[in-house]
């Protein structure tokens, strides 16, 4: 007498082979061993997912590209493809063009490798960008369709701790005479990255020098095969532990720079790269440069060897005790006084018999502009004047004079300024040598002396950029640059590039910085805003927080645990943060949990270890609606999808598979649904692809289930579908007026369809693929586990479903008949009930259902039921 095995819901996603014992959980019944092109609902069910709309190929074929967000509205949200130094624009309706007729394009500074680890945030409407090699960017919506691109404007800082060696001192002044800079050689130094599963092939200007073995990276092989053909050239690679470092010598160092080194991860050496690693020679200054004198320029020196040329670009900063300023005098008609230094404090008393008026003026720029800050005027008979006065407080120094406007007799003055400390801030411009550099004043400086109270900024090529960027109350943030890899820094409160703070004493809203101290220099990797600010590291996680409005005097800083993130930018979840784990094959939840008091995370990939084994995660994304899913793209090109609805305890993983690799994904909101994105690569190619709402219309020559697909709906039938270039030469199928057709190829950019239609998509086709596990259930005599059984038939419930096909592993796999009362020249409309199928599978120790969809129509399966002998 055959069992009726039950398997309500797919629940519990595809499982690790390492599972498939455990039938003793209570989950067993809702886990499936294959889920192929689907995903699981909240609900328990399993549909398909939808195919993917071609939205544009890549600006350069075979160099890698991105898709970012830039959401202002549901009305008004976009998709950045960043690309090797440019960015074009997509919205839900395509690409954004220019008046030309070209495609809408920005120039960036990014390489093609880069692009890959550029950290995002959004403010209001501009999106801030950062990259460990670059300053910071961002890009700024001016009007509908119309973008700016730009540096953050980041001004007074931030610096690194102030310099405590007395006999190390700096000085600024003026230059009279032209200055020769000295040559400096380029370099390169980096940590390669090795995949054990992968064969390297190296580059360098786009000679092949290296062919590695068939697995793993032999570093030292690759280091003497680059000596072997560039050392006569004048370049030199050494293996410094595992790090590699090549230098150009100092009187041609010039000629190197922005040369590439080009390393190809591959499978075998004839596939295709899988990852394409690129590093570039940088930091040499030729043979040196003649800089002339000009107006108003500034050098800084040093009484040690302090300067390089990466140093061009940051900044230093260099505080005076400048003594109190006096000045007195006799002014006369038109005539103005000389001018004192001060931090904002001023006096000023008259004398003599003088009538008219005089001005007090001050000058933030070393007296280059005068601002009239105080009229004073006098009649015959009336007092002179003793008053005082205080300039905007903060750090700034300001020049302060009188100036006399048409007075009669003679007017006698005593200006007077208290003494005060000045941080001037200069940014360096120009490398000379390494004791001299040509700088621009940002913050005038007190004097024009040596001291010792100076520090060198935080951001520059020499000590690298922010590799994250983010936004916590009001505050711009930026953390983790290779020199200060724990710091995290904050702006002034509303001021987003003002890295200042005021003259004296911190204020509540002046700049902060901050540095994670834990027991090993772990780089700050990812940030999270949440209730507090969450901080991942490259082995620990911490919390950033606050009583009240963060300031400098109330700043809180938490271990909660040494797990260590990847560099992939961690997602949040109502009030979870997920977040990929160190080495890149894990990802974890993080949140507070009340029960513990304490910070807490569970690895969600460990029911499903099979489908990230030897692979990182390289990015997700979070689709909410409608089903709550996580896109994850994977570095080998496969993409995941995990169902995540923790109230439910819905934890349900899927995988899927394109004729291509996906690359990226991003989502950004529609009305009533969230739209996720792609760049998928595809014979070389990089597209630009959307993922279609699944069932936006039940009818049936609506649906969409073909990749990089083009549509195309006319009152007028038509016989031939263009639009389909980018698909050249491919085998494609399509779904004509809400028939399948398959063996379609793509000649001079078009099909030709076997009669007139009216309604037509056509792509890419994939198979979709749900497996159950083995039923399980208890006789008299124990499991059923070791024992031979046969599937005899199922019961498939589905639900807006047209298609599919049932079977066993092992058996044939029967279609699934639905026309029943349509015409026959009519399609078949998506149908909601139980079907009933025979299954023709052999005695096994495994039997188990497999069902299938090989057309481009919607699948959603509620339940199967089994009847088992």
């Not at 996720?676 to 595809?682: K, P, T």
Request: proline share 4%; with cysteine.
């Amino acid at each position: 007498m055959p069992i009726h095995q039950l398997q309500p819901s797919f629940a519990g996603g595809e499982i690790s082979p390492s599972l498939h014992g455990r039938v003793d959980s209570a989950a067993y019944g809702s886990w499936v061993k294959t889920a192929r092109n689907f995903y699981v609902h909240p609900q328990g069910g399993a549909s398909n997912r939808p195919g993917t709309l071609f939205m544009g190929e890549a600006k350069e074929a075979g160099k890698a590209c991105r898709v970012i967000p830039f959401v202002l509205s549901e009305d008004e949200a976009y998709v950045l493809e960043m690309g090797e130094h440019y960015l074009r624009v997509y919205t839900s309706g395509g690409q954004l063009f220019a008046a030309d007729g070209s495609p809408y394009e920005i120039e960036t500074p990014y390489e093609a490798y880069d692009v890959g680890y550029l950290n995002y945030t959004q403010y209001d409407q501009t999106l801030f960008l950062t990259h460990p090699q670059y300053p910071p960017k961002q890009l700024t919506r001016v009007d509908r369709g119309s973008f700016v691109f730009a540096d953050v404007p980041i001004k007074y800082g931030p610096f690194m701790l102030a310099n405590e060696d007395e006999k190390k001192q700096l000085r600024a002044s003026q230059y009279q005479e032209t200055q020769e800079s000295v040559g400096v050689s380029a370099t390169l130094t980096f940590l390669p990255v090795i995949y054990p599963n992968l064969s390297v092939l190296a580059y360098f200007n786009g000679f092949l020098f290296f062919v590695g073995p068939n697995f793993g990276f032999d570093i030292g092989l690759m280091v003497s095969d680059f000596n072997k053909y560039f050392a006569a050239q004048g370049l030199m690679a050494y293996n410094l532990g595992g790090l590699i470092k090549i230098v150009s010598p100092q009187d041609t160092g010039g000629d190197w720079n922005g040369s590439q080194l080009v390393i190809n991860y591959q499978y075998g050496l004839g596939g295709v790269p899988q990852v394409s690693v690129v590093q570039t020679l940088s930091g040499g200054s030729n043979k040196g440069q003649q800089i002339p004198v000009g107006e108003n320029q500034y050098q800084l020196e040093s009484d040690f060897d302090c300067f390089k040329p990466g140093h061009v670009g940051g900044r230093f900063s260099l505080s005076h005790k400048v003594e109190s300023q006096y000045a007195s005098g006799t002014l006369g008609y038109e005539q103005t006084s000389s001018f004192i230094k001060t931090g904002g404090d001023w006096k000023l008393r008259t004398t003599g018999e003088w009538t008219g008026q005089v001005v007090v003026e001050a000058s933030e720029d070393l007296g280059e502009t005068w601002e009239k800050i105080k009229y004073l005027s006098r009649t015959a008979g009336d007092q002179n004047f003793n008053t005082f006065g205080q300039l905007e407080a903060g750090a700034n120094m300001y020049c302060l004079r009188i100036r006399a406007l048409g007075i009669t007799g003679e007017l006698g003055y005593e200006l007077q300024a208290d003494a005060f400390w000045q941080e001037g801030v200069v940014i360096v411009s120009d490398f000379v040598n390494e004791r001299k550099v040509i700088v621009q004043v940002e913050r005038p400086f007190g004097l024009e002396e040596w001291t010792s109270e100076w520090a060198e900024g935080s951001f520059s090529p020499a000590s690298g950029y922010p590799s994250c960027v983010f936004f916590y109350q009001d505050r711009l943030g930026l953390a983790g640059t290779r020199a200060e890899a724990q710091t995290v820094w904050f702006s002034k409160t509303g001021a987003y590039a003002d890295f200042g703070h005021a003259r004296g004493t911190l204020e509540d809203s002046d700049s902060i910085s901050v540095n994670l101290s834990g027991k090993k220099l772990n780089a700050i990797h990812s940030v999270a805003v949440s209730n507090k600010l969450l901080v991942f590291t490259a082995g620990s996680e911490w919390t950033i927080s606050s009583t009240g409005a963060l300031t400098p005097y109330n700043i809180q800083i938490q271990q909660q645990s040494e797990r260590g993130a990847s560099r992939t930018a961690p997602v949040m979840v109502g009030n979870k943060a997920l977040y990929v784990q160190a080495r890149g094959g894990v990802l974890r939840d993080f949140y507070y949990d009340y029960n513990s008091a304490s910070y807490t995370s569970n690895d969600l990939t460990l029911y499903a270890k099979h489908l990230f084994f030897n692979r990182e995660i390289r990015e997700v994304c979070y689709q909410q609606e409608p089903d709550n899913l996580l896109w994850c793209v994977l570095d080998d090109g496969r993409l995941l999808t995990l169902t995540y609805l923790v109230e439910q305890n819905v934890c349900a993983w899927t995988h899927h598979e394109t004729q291509g690799s996906f690359r990226s994904v991003c989502s950004i909101p529609n009305r009533g649904y969230d739209e996720v994105w792609f760049a998928v690569e595809r014979g070389g190619k990089y597209f630009i692809e959307r993922l279609v709402q699944r069932l936006a219309s039940k009818e049936p020559e609506d649906q969409l289930f073909l990749d990089c697909a083009v549509s195309r709906k006319s009152e007028t039938a038509f016989s031939e579908m263009t639009g389909l270039s980018h698909l050249e030469g491919m085998e494609v199928g399509a779904l004509a007026d809400g028939s399948p057709l398959a063996g379609l190829t793509v000649k001079d950019g078009k099909i030709t369809l076997p009669r007139p239609m009216t309604c037509v998509h056509a792509g890419l086709s994939y198979e979709a693929e749900l497996q159950t596990l083995p039923a399980e259930f208890e006789r008299a005599d124990g499991t059923v586990q070791d024992r031979r059984r046969r599937l005899v038939s199922v019961t498939v419930k589905m639900l807006d479903s047209r298609g599919g096909k049932v079977g066993t592993e092992s058996g044939r796999m029967d279609e699934i008949i639905q026309r029943s009362t349509e015409n026959f020249n009519t399609p078949i409309a998506l149908k909601t009930g139980d079907y009933v199928l025979t299954l023709s599978g052999a005695h096994s120790l495994v039997p188990s259902v497999v069902f299938k969809q090989t057309e481009p129509l919607p699948v959603t399966l509620l339940a199967f039921i089994s009847r088992v002998v």
